[in-house]
């Protein structure tokens, strides 16, 4: 019994951690967490700016889709053409959103300008 004590404590003193070994080549805005906190530091602003891109993507995704199934369901008889228009105004949102974050107003303008010619036509 008294030799599994010894044993114990043998690996207990050996399984410590260095205090010389602990804080070696450490920066002071470094901690145990230090390459955490050097990504973070790196990329702050594009992480954050990214989410926001993903979420305008998602909105405008969300937009076009739910402007598509009301001009697809616009067949009802009395409320089709009010769901025909809200649904070429929310299609028409979207494709806005997204020439806004691909920074192409063509994507915008073309769209506009089919919906008028069809108008028209």
Known sequence: MHKHFKQGRRNWHHN???KKTTNQN???NETNFGTFIIIYNIFPSNSVENEVEGMNIQT???LGILGAFLMVISFLPQV???FMLLGIILVLIALKGYADTY?????FN?????II???LV
């Open 16 to 18: 410590r951690p260095n």
């Open 26 to 28: 450490t920066s002071p």
């Open 60 to 62: 405008n995704r969300l």
């Open 80 to 82: 089709g053409g009010l």
């Open 103 to 107: 920074k192409d107003d063509s994507i």
């Open 110 to 114: 073309n769209a506009l300008y089919t």
């Open 117 to 119: 010619l069809k108008l």
